[in-house]
């Protein structure tokens, strides 16, 4: 009995997991792309803004995939007991790394092993990038203040979903709370976001870039029945960027996308 193939993920599924989002959409949208996709503007559109249209175009797609995927899905059993642990723990991160800092050599010896530990390591490229630029721009003192920073942002970010506890809250009744959030939240989410969001996104996104280099309205343009659809060299062009993305893609759907941003204007 044969199997079914397993279908390779689209790319911009991939995208969503990426470490380096810019590095891969370059390799998505290289040079050999922009040789045929200039010819869809008639105002010779420069280099430099075309290349930053078509990357900006590609982040809002899978920027808006990424939000419509999170809509569709649910909170799990657990997820405001974790989400408060985060909290908590981020609480108690930037508490520590207060205290830790009042101590030179403790701020010393922490923050230079820090940044060994995130060299020795390849799978913190993002981490290291975030190292190496806060040692560049900040006095050597100041080097675990990003961290701090983070920790009562994430502290603050949680707890504007779900009230964090106090010290002296009852456990118990807090682990409750936090269920009943959950399930409360799962049972009365409400879906706001247009079925192709992601492309509404992305025709949001390339509007800028079209109307600055081409002449040609940015509409959806008229059905013609010779050739079964919209005349739309807009739609084309803008398909062209969305099918690197998302092979399953028509361009139909993105003809409909220009017409729902231009009737929201």
């Known amino acids: 009995m044969s199997r079914t193939p397993k279908k390779h993920p689209e790319p911009w599924q991939l995208l969503l997991k990426s470490t380096d989002t810019y590095r891969d959409l370059c390799e998505i949208y290289p040079a050999a792309f922009f040789e045929d996709f200039v010819t869809h503007f008639d105002r010779g559109p420069e280099a430099v803004k075309l290349f930053k249209g078509v990357i900006d175009t590609g982040h809002a797609y899978v920027r808006g995939k990424w939000l419509k995927k999170a809509e569709k899905s649910k909170f799990l059993q657990y997820s405001g007991v974790h989400m408060m642990g985060a909290g908590d723990a981020a609480r108690q991160l930037a508490k520590s790394l207060q205290q830790l800092s009042k101590s030179d050599l403790a701020n010393q010896m922490v923050s230079s092993r820090l940044a060994k530990v995130l060299a020795a390591d390849a799978s913190t490229g993002q981490s290291q990038k975030a190292c190496l630029s806060l040692a560049s721009s900040s006095g050597p003192q100041s080097r675990l203040d990003v961290i701090h920073q983070l920790a009562l942002a994430l502290e603050e970010a949680i707890d504007q979903i779900i009230t964090l506890p106090l010290e002296d809250d009852d456990a118990a009744e807090t682990r409750q709370r936090a269920l009943t959030y959950v399930e409360v939240a799962n049972r009365t989410k409400v879906k706001v976001l247009s079925k192709n969001f ?41 398909h062209q960027i969305i099918r690197e993305l998302d092979s399953t893609v028509a361009e139909s759907l993105v003809g409909t996308a220009i017409e729902n941003i231009r009737t929201h204007l």
Not at 208 to 237: M, N, Q
């Open 198 to 238: 992601a492309l509404d996104e992305a025709a949001r996104a390339f509007q800028p870039l079209w109307e600055e280099f081409s002449t040609v309205a940015y509409i959806r343009g008229r059905y013609k029945h010779e050739i079964g659809g919209y005349d739309c060299a807009l739609g084309r062009a803008l």
